[in-house]
């Protein structure tokens, strides 16, 4: 179809004398872009430099469609660009953070309140061990009913208290999700603090190779909590975050174990740029694959604050799944490396947990 219009046009233009062609130069521009939006109903685009005929000399090239584009995707490299397939989680609404003076999101209201208790259990590498455990409103009524269950870690220096301490330096967890049950805004679920002091690593780990933290959570951490309550024992029923060095749970732990975890939470948190390029090396296999948006629930979720000291390594670690086209949630707040912000974080992101569920 291209060649008889190609022919048309030349002859058209060899028809006419140097002024009028001159004087029908822009109107030749439009002839022949319509000739390439003609030839656009095969698919293909045909690329020439003027002067030259591409059936003689080969210089044609072809711009492939999405579908064959998304066919044609190698495992293990970022995707060229294309059309993303429909996801089989649709993207949620994220809810907006709180203003940074707003403490009522955490206030103890007169709603029904969960309890926490704290437990012990000796790790297999023969530890002895502490967790507190959120347990909803209304889970010693109904004796029948199992829940999701949020595993939430705490940052550098600290241990399982800090995410339930009533306290400026603490996370209020247990009144977020209270008051976020009563008013419809999350499901009821259960939330594991543990320590993981000691285990956890801001090294990125090569997948089947488990650091120690994520031996104890598949080992001794999701098996005391599936055993000892009322779990729903699916990957879709767990999610995963942690703030500051608790963040690289979620990456090291969490993204390598997708058929353990559901949702990938990450407050104030990314790799060392001298540990990008480890990282970068060690998932490029898992980011890669075609379906890798089919195995997250939720979009990955980065949240740092503009003055905090993990901002840029935040932002270049999320850089990494770009590359690969995995949906994600970047969230920019006031404020810096600090409580104010992983409460309102705990707050924002427990709204959009569980999905299915609700």
Not at 259 to 269: D, I, M, N, P, R
Not at 301 to 328: C, M, P
Not at 330 to 349: A, D, I, K, M
Request: charged fraction near 20%; charge should be positive; include cysteine.
């Amino acid at each position: 179809m291209f060649t008889e219009f190609k022919k048309l046009f030349f002859q058209f233009r060899t028809g006419l004398n140097p002024i009028a062609r001159a004087e029908n130069k822009f109107r030749s521009v439009f002839i022949l872009r319509a000739l390439i939006v003609t030839s656009l109903a095969s698919e293909i685009v045909w690329a020439q430099v003027p002067g030259s005929d591409p059936s003689a000399t080969g210089n044609v090239s072809t711009a492939p469609t999405n579908r064959s584009a998304a066919r044609n995707t190698t495992p293990g490299r970022p995707r060229a660009n294309r059309a993303p397939a429909p996801p089989r989680n649709p993207v949620p609404i994220l809810p907006a953070l709180p203003a940074p003076n707003n403490t009522s999101f955490y206030a103890s209201n007169d709603v029904p309140h969960g309890r926490m208790e704290m437990v012990h259990y000796k790790s297999s590498a023969g530890v002895d061990k502490q967790m507190h455990i959120y347990l909803p409103p209304g889970y010693d009524a109904d004796t029948d009913k199992h829940y999701p269950v949020l595993y939430l870690n705490h940052g550098g220096g600290e241990n399982d208290t800090h995410w339930s301490a009533h306290q400026r330096q603490g996370g209020y967890a247990d009144l977020i999700l209270d008051n976020l049950i009563a008013s419809g805004k999350a499901r009821a679920m259960l939330i594991a603090m543990p320590n993981t002091g000691g285990v956890v690593s801001g090294t990125p780990t090569k997948l089947g190779e488990d650091d120690p933290c994520t031996q104890e959570y598949l080992k001794d951490i999701i098996p005391y909590v599936d055993g000892h309550y009322r779990t729903r024992r699916n990957r879709e029923s767990r999610a995963v975050a942690g703030l500051s060095m608790g963040g690289f749970v979620t990456l090291n732990t969490g993204l390598t174990h997708l058929e353990t975890f559901g949702e990938l939470y990450v407050f104030s948190s990314g790799y060392w740029p001298d540990q990008l390029p480890a990282f970068q090396e060690n998932i490029k296999s898992l980011l890669g694959a075609t379906n890798i948006n089919d195995k997250f629930r939720m979009p990955i979720y980065f949240a740092a604050g503009e003055t905090d000291i993990a901002l840029f390594n935040s932002q270049k670690t999320l850089a990494v799944f770009n590359n690969y086209g995995v949906r994600n949630f970047w969230v920019l707040s006031s404020n810096g490396h600090e409580w104010l912000n992983w409460r309102r974080y705990l707050y924002q992101t427990a709204q959009i947990m569980f999905p299915d569920d609700r």
